[in-house]
């Protein structure tokens, strides 16, 4: 496919193998999008979730590897890419406001290295994890029953206004982890 390319991994070597770990390399000619309901055919988003990758954004780079809108063109989660990365979550009723958005401060996930990349979230509260370590765990000021619309589009590189994407190399395809225990 045009404007993805494959290139070394995580891991240029492991013990028993010869090749080396291929990623993605995704440059900023290619934006990639779906119907979030073909993502969620037979079920809605879950309540609880993780998101995990294994990604290297581009140093200095700010930018949004993952984004759901509804179908009114409302963000409702966004994963970002940055300095002090935001994570944007935002319910059927507008919960959190822009200005209650978690917030991981002394973070760098755009350095120019992998990381292993894992948000998990859970009630009123969102954990990241970096490279398998627990970060920080923060408040999630979402709603008592929150939802996020799969009747809207996911986009994977930018977000819908966005006049750039980006170049990232991604190692592991995006995860959702849905936590079926409600």
């Known amino acids: 496919m045009e404007g993805v390319s494959l290139e070394a991994g995580l891991c240029t070597s492991r013990k028993g193998r010869e090749e080396t770990d291929l990623s993605?390399?995704?440059?900023?000619?290619?934006q990639l999008s779906?119907?979030?309901?073909?993502?969620?055919?037979?079920?809605?988003?879950?309540v609880d979730f993780s998101l995990?990758?294994?990604?290297?954004?581009?140093?200095g780079s700010q930018v949004f590897l993952l984004s759901l809108y509804d179908k009114q063109g409302t963000q409702q989660l966004g994963l970002e890419l940055a300095r002090s990365p935001?994570?944007?979550?935002?319910?059927?009723?507008?919960?959190?406001?822009?200005?209650?958005?978690?917030?991981?401060?002394?973070?760098?996930?755009?350095d120019g290295k992998w990381h292993r990349i894992a948000y998990s979230v859970e009630g009123q509260s969102v954990t990241l994890y970096l490279d398998c370590e627990k970060?920080?765990?923060?408040?999630?000021?979402?709603?008592?029953?929150?939802?996020?619309?799969?009747?809207?589009?996911t986009v994977f590189g930018t977000?819908?206004?966005?006049?750039?994407?980006?170049?990232?190399?991604?190692?592991?395809?995006?995860?959702?982890?849905l936590n079926m225990s409600r």
Not at 24 to 30: E, L, M
Not at 34 to 46: E, N, S, V
Not at 159 to 177: A, T, W
Request: aromatic residues 8%; glycine residues 4%; negative net charge.
């Open 24 to 30: 993605f390399k995704i440059n900023k000619k290619i």
């Open 34 to 46: 779906a119907p979030t309901k073909q993502l969620f055919p037979d079920l809605p988003f879950p």
């Open 52 to 59: 995990m990758t294994t990604v290297k954004a581009v140093k």
């Open 86 to 110: 935001v994570f944007l979550y935002e319910d059927h009723e507008g919960q959190p406001t822009p200005e209650l958005y978690p917030t991981f401060r002394k973070i760098n996930l755009a």
């Open 135 to 153: 970060v920080e765990t923060l408040d999630l000021l979402r709603g008592s029953d929150p939802h996020v619309s799969t009747d809207g589009v």
């Open 159 to 177: 977000r819908l206004l966005d006049e750039e994407v980006f170049e990232v190399s991604v190692h592991n395809v995006l995860k959702i982890i």
